[in-house]
Protein backbone atom coordinates (compact mmCIF):
# COMPACT_ATOMS: atom_id res chain seq x y z
CA UNK A 1 0.00 0.00 0.00
CA UNK A 2 3.02 2.27 0.39
CA UNK A 3 3.56 2.60 -3.26
CA UNK A 4 0.36 4.21 -3.81
CA UNK A 5 1.67 6.79 -1.84
CA UNK A 6 5.04 7.06 -3.35
CA UNK A 7 2.74 6.78 -7.07
CA UNK A 8 0.80 10.05 -6.05
CA UNK A 9 4.23 11.28 -4.70
CA UNK A 10 5.93 11.11 -8.04
CA UNK A 11 2.47 13.24 -9.62
CA UNK A 12 3.32 15.97 -7.16
CA UNK A 13 6.76 16.37 -7.89
CA UNK A 14 6.35 16.40 -11.89
CA UNK A 15 4.30 19.31 -11.16
CA UNK A 16 6.40 21.34 -8.85
CA UNK A 17 8.88 20.32 -11.43
CA UNK A 18 7.16 21.95 -14.03
CA UNK A 19 6.47 24.96 -11.96
CA UNK A 20 10.10 25.50 -11.50
CA UNK A 21 10.52 25.61 -14.79
CA UNK A 22 8.35 28.00 -16.00
CA UNK A 23 10.26 28.73 -19.53
CA UNK A 24 9.53 25.65 -20.89
CA UNK A 25 5.65 25.05 -19.35
CA UNK A 26 3.74 27.39 -22.05
CA UNK A 27 5.55 25.63 -24.85
CA UNK A 28 4.63 22.48 -23.39
CA UNK A 29 0.60 23.32 -23.34
CA UNK A 30 0.53 23.94 -26.88
CA UNK A 31 -0.02 20.24 -27.90
CA UNK A 32 -2.53 19.96 -24.99
CA UNK A 33 -4.46 23.03 -26.63
CA UNK A 34 -4.17 20.96 -30.02
CA UNK A 35 -5.42 17.82 -28.87
CA UNK A 36 -8.46 19.75 -26.88
CA UNK A 37 -9.50 21.79 -29.61
CA UNK A 38 -9.61 18.26 -31.98
CA UNK A 39 -11.63 16.19 -29.14
CA UNK A 40 -13.78 19.71 -28.61
CA UNK A 41 -14.60 19.52 -32.57
CA UNK A 42 -15.50 15.61 -32.51
CA UNK A 43 -17.47 15.41 -29.53
CA UNK A 44 -19.78 18.58 -30.47
CA UNK A 45 -20.09 16.77 -33.93
CA UNK A 46 -20.97 14.06 -32.40
CA UNK A 47 -23.65 15.68 -29.83
CA UNK A 48 -25.29 17.62 -33.11
CA UNK A 49 -25.19 14.84 -35.60
CA UNK A 50 -25.08 11.69 -33.09
CA UNK A 51 -29.06 11.29 -33.31
CA UNK A 52 -29.14 11.41 -36.84
CA UNK A 53 -26.35 8.63 -37.15
CA UNK A 54 -28.39 6.24 -34.53
CA UNK A 55 -31.51 6.99 -36.65
CA UNK A 56 -29.41 5.89 -39.83
CA UNK A 57 -28.42 3.03 -38.18
CA UNK A 58 -31.68 1.79 -36.45
CA UNK A 59 -34.12 1.60 -39.72
CA UNK A 60 -35.90 -1.59 -38.08
CA UNK A 61 -37.53 0.78 -35.74
CA UNK A 62 -39.22 3.06 -37.65
CA UNK A 63 -42.44 1.09 -37.02
CA UNK A 64 -42.36 1.21 -33.76
CA UNK A 65 -45.32 3.14 -31.66
CA UNK A 66 -44.63 5.85 -29.58
CA UNK A 67 -42.88 6.77 -27.46
CA UNK A 68 -40.75 2.87 -27.88
CA UNK A 69 -38.91 4.45 -30.78
CA UNK A 70 -37.70 7.64 -29.48
CA UNK A 71 -36.95 6.25 -25.88
CA UNK A 72 -34.63 3.48 -27.70
CA UNK A 73 -32.79 6.01 -30.24
CA UNK A 74 -32.38 8.47 -27.35
CA UNK A 75 -30.94 5.67 -24.96
CA UNK A 76 -28.30 4.22 -28.11
CA UNK A 77 -27.53 8.06 -28.67
CA UNK A 78 -27.01 8.83 -25.03
CA UNK A 79 -24.72 5.19 -25.15
CA UNK A 80 -22.81 6.42 -28.10
CA UNK A 81 -22.03 9.88 -26.74
CA UNK A 82 -20.67 8.61 -23.46
CA UNK A 83 -18.36 5.85 -25.38
CA UNK A 84 -17.29 8.44 -27.15
CA UNK A 85 -16.24 10.39 -23.87
CA UNK A 86 -14.65 7.69 -22.65
CA UNK A 87 -12.62 7.34 -25.62
CA UNK A 88 -12.03 10.89 -25.28
CA UNK A 89 -10.76 10.45 -22.08
CA UNK A 90 -8.69 7.60 -22.36
CA UNK A 91 -7.03 8.47 -25.72
CA UNK A 92 -6.45 12.04 -25.11
CA UNK A 93 -3.32 11.23 -23.84
CA UNK A 94 -2.33 9.40 -26.22
CA UNK A 95 -3.22 12.24 -29.12
CA UNK A 96 -1.14 14.69 -27.32
CA UNK A 97 1.81 12.75 -26.61
CA UNK A 98 1.72 12.01 -30.62
CA UNK A 99 1.35 15.25 -31.29
CA UNK A 100 4.28 16.98 -29.07
CA UNK A 101 6.62 14.13 -29.40
CA UNK A 102 9.67 16.32 -29.77
CA UNK A 103 8.97 18.71 -26.81
CA UNK A 104 8.07 16.00 -24.88
CA UNK A 105 10.78 14.06 -25.91
CA UNK A 106 12.68 16.91 -24.78
CA UNK A 107 11.50 17.46 -21.29
CA UNK A 108 11.71 14.07 -20.11
CA UNK A 109 15.62 13.96 -21.29
CA UNK A 110 15.78 16.82 -19.01
CA UNK A 111 14.27 15.60 -15.82
CA UNK A 112 16.21 12.73 -16.59
CA UNK A 113 19.94 14.78 -16.63
CA UNK A 114 17.83 16.85 -13.59
CA UNK A 115 17.94 13.80 -11.45
CA UNK A 116 20.62 11.69 -12.70
CA UNK A 117 23.27 11.77 -10.30
CA UNK A 118 26.44 11.93 -13.13
CA UNK A 119 23.60 14.58 -15.24
CA UNK A 120 23.49 12.09 -17.63
CA UNK A 121 19.78 11.04 -19.60
CA UNK A 122 19.69 7.66 -21.89
CA UNK A 123 19.35 8.36 -25.33
CA UNK A 124 17.31 6.21 -28.04
CA UNK A 125 19.89 7.05 -30.68
CA UNK A 126 16.62 6.24 -33.19
CA UNK A 127 15.82 9.29 -36.00
CA UNK A 128 12.33 11.52 -34.88
CA UNK A 129 9.85 9.45 -37.62
CA UNK A 130 11.19 6.50 -36.29
CA UNK A 131 10.31 7.57 -32.82
CA UNK A 132 6.94 9.22 -33.79
CA UNK A 133 6.40 5.43 -35.68
CA UNK A 134 7.06 3.38 -32.46
CA UNK A 135 4.85 5.87 -30.33
CA UNK A 136 1.80 5.63 -32.86
CA UNK A 137 2.48 1.87 -33.44
CA UNK A 138 2.09 1.23 -29.49
CA UNK A 139 -0.64 4.02 -28.51
CA UNK A 140 -2.58 2.53 -30.88
CA UNK A 141 -2.39 -1.30 -29.51
CA UNK A 142 -2.96 0.28 -25.89
CA UNK A 143 -5.74 2.06 -27.68
CA UNK A 144 -7.50 -1.28 -28.16
CA UNK A 145 -6.81 -2.78 -25.02
CA UNK A 146 -8.31 -0.02 -23.40
CA UNK A 147 -11.22 -0.09 -25.33
CA UNK A 148 -11.63 -3.62 -24.64
CA UNK A 149 -11.65 -3.19 -21.02
CA UNK A 150 -14.09 0.24 -21.52
CA UNK A 151 -16.74 -2.01 -23.37
CA UNK A 152 -16.70 -4.62 -20.97
CA UNK A 153 -17.16 -1.96 -18.23
CA UNK A 154 -20.30 -0.28 -19.92
CA UNK A 155 -22.03 -3.32 -20.24
CA UNK A 156 -21.48 -4.70 -16.52
CA UNK A 157 -22.63 -0.99 -15.69
CA UNK A 158 -25.88 -2.10 -16.20
CA UNK A 159 -25.86 -4.33 -13.31
CA UNK A 160 -27.94 -3.11 -10.17
CA UNK A 161 -26.22 -1.40 -7.53
CA UNK A 162 -22.38 -2.88 -8.86
CA UNK A 163 -23.16 -0.72 -11.84
CA UNK A 164 -23.37 2.39 -10.12
CA UNK A 165 -20.69 1.07 -7.28
CA UNK A 166 -18.07 -0.67 -7.91
CA UNK A 167 -17.87 -0.42 -12.09
CA UNK A 168 -16.92 3.21 -11.60
CA UNK A 169 -14.15 2.86 -9.17
CA UNK A 170 -12.67 -0.12 -11.25
CA UNK A 171 -13.30 2.36 -14.25
CA UNK A 172 -11.07 4.93 -12.89
CA UNK A 173 -7.73 2.62 -11.93
CA UNK A 174 -7.99 1.19 -15.61
CA UNK A 175 -7.84 4.34 -17.09
CA UNK A 176 -5.33 5.48 -14.61
CA UNK A 177 -3.07 2.27 -15.31
CA UNK A 178 -3.48 3.06 -19.59
CA UNK A 179 -2.99 6.88 -18.54
CA UNK A 180 0.27 5.80 -17.11
CA UNK A 181 1.47 3.16 -19.42
CA UNK A 182 0.96 6.37 -22.49
CA UNK A 183 2.90 9.09 -20.23
CA UNK A 184 5.77 6.15 -18.93
CA UNK A 185 6.17 5.89 -22.84
CA UNK A 186 8.16 8.65 -23.40
CA UNK A 187 11.20 7.57 -20.70
CA UNK A 188 11.01 3.68 -21.63
CA UNK A 189 10.60 3.97 -24.78
CA UNK A 190 13.82 6.40 -25.08
CA UNK A 191 15.53 3.26 -22.85
CA UNK A 192 14.33 0.67 -25.72
CA UNK A 193 11.58 -0.77 -23.43
CA UNK A 194 9.12 -2.48 -25.91
CA UNK A 195 5.90 -1.93 -25.07
CA UNK A 196 5.09 -5.58 -23.43
CA UNK A 197 7.89 -5.21 -21.51
CA UNK A 198 6.68 -1.85 -20.37
CA UNK A 199 3.21 -3.85 -19.29
CA UNK A 200 4.78 -6.69 -17.57
CA UNK A 201 7.27 -3.81 -15.74
CA UNK A 202 3.88 -1.41 -14.66
CA UNK A 203 1.90 -4.81 -13.75
CA UNK A 204 4.52 -5.64 -11.39
CA UNK A 205 4.22 -2.92 -9.02
CA UNK A 206 0.37 -1.82 -9.66
CA UNK A 207 -0.01 0.58 -6.56
CA UNK A 208 2.91 2.47 -7.51
CA UNK A 209 1.06 2.70 -11.15
CA UNK A 210 -2.51 3.44 -9.53
CA UNK A 211 -1.00 6.08 -7.28
CA UNK A 212 -0.05 8.14 -10.10
CA UNK A 213 -2.21 7.54 -12.53
CA UNK A 214 -5.71 7.28 -10.79
CA UNK A 215 -5.94 10.79 -9.24
CA UNK A 216 -4.62 11.89 -12.89
CA UNK A 217 -7.44 9.81 -14.24
CA UNK A 218 -10.09 11.85 -12.18
CA UNK A 219 -8.56 15.23 -12.81
CA UNK A 220 -8.49 14.46 -16.62
CA UNK A 221 -12.82 14.46 -16.68
CA UNK A 222 -12.19 18.12 -15.13
CA UNK A 223 -12.62 20.47 -18.36
CA UNK A 224 -9.20 21.60 -19.70
CA UNK A 225 -7.06 20.37 -16.68
CA UNK A 226 -5.35 17.71 -18.31
CA UNK A 227 -4.25 20.41 -20.68
CA UNK A 228 -2.63 22.52 -17.74
CA UNK A 229 -1.56 18.90 -16.01
CA UNK A 230 0.10 17.27 -19.21
CA UNK A 231 3.63 18.82 -19.12
CA UNK A 232 4.14 18.27 -15.27
CA UNK A 233 2.67 14.65 -16.04
CA UNK A 234 5.44 13.92 -18.47
CA UNK A 235 7.73 14.97 -15.73
CA UNK A 236 6.67 13.38 -12.81
CA UNK A 237 6.26 9.82 -15.68
CA UNK A 238 9.49 10.07 -15.99
CA UNK A 239 10.50 9.92 -12.67
CA UNK A 240 8.10 7.12 -12.18
CA UNK A 241 9.98 5.22 -14.62
CA UNK A 242 13.53 5.32 -13.16
CA UNK A 243 11.85 4.29 -10.16
CA UNK A 244 10.57 1.33 -11.72
CA UNK A 245 13.66 0.84 -13.21
CA UNK A 246 15.62 1.04 -10.29
CA UNK A 247 17.67 3.84 -11.26
CA UNK A 248 19.39 5.95 -9.30
CA UNK A 249 18.19 9.65 -8.74
CA UNK A 250 19.58 12.45 -7.07
CA UNK A 251 18.08 16.24 -6.72
CA UNK A 252 14.03 15.80 -5.69
CA UNK A 253 14.14 12.14 -5.94
CA UNK A 254 16.75 11.63 -3.38
CA UNK A 255 16.13 14.17 -1.15
CA UNK A 256 12.87 13.52 -0.89
CA UNK A 257 13.44 9.48 -0.21
CA UNK A 258 16.10 10.43 2.30
CA UNK A 259 13.87 12.88 4.20
CA UNK A 260 15.95 15.99 3.14
CA UNK A 261 18.83 15.09 5.59
CA UNK A 262 22.37 16.42 5.59
CA UNK A 263 24.41 16.25 2.65
CA UNK A 264 21.18 16.04 0.28
CA UNK A 265 21.26 19.32 -2.00
CA UNK A 266 17.78 21.19 -1.74
CA UNK A 267 16.96 20.99 -5.89
CA UNK A 268 15.33 24.68 -5.12
CA UNK A 269 18.04 26.36 -3.81
CA UNK A 270 20.24 28.58 -6.57
CA UNK A 271 23.29 26.10 -6.61
CA UNK A 272 21.23 23.39 -7.23
CA UNK A 273 19.36 24.93 -9.99
CA UNK A 274 22.71 26.32 -11.59
CA UNK A 275 24.39 22.71 -11.37
CA UNK A 276 21.33 21.13 -13.02
CA UNK A 277 20.13 23.93 -15.73
Known amino acids: MRDLGVGFGHLLKGQRWMARHGRSYGFGLLPGLIALALY ?10 GEDAVTWAT ?9 WAGLFRGFLTAVLFALGLLL ?11 IGQPFYESLSERVDRDVSPDGSAPESGLPLW ?12 VLVRAAVWGVLLFALGFL ?8 PVIGFFVTGFFLTEELTAVALQRRGVELRERLALLRSRRMLVWGFGTPLAVAFLVPFVAVFLM ?11 RDLLGEESGGEGSSQASGGGAGTADPDAPEARELNP
Open 40 to 49: AAALTSLALW
Open 59 to 67: PFADGWGSP
Open 88 to 98: AVITFTAVTLL
Open 130 to 141: RELWISARDSLR
Open 160 to 167: PFIGQTAV
Open 231 to 241: PGAVAGATLLA
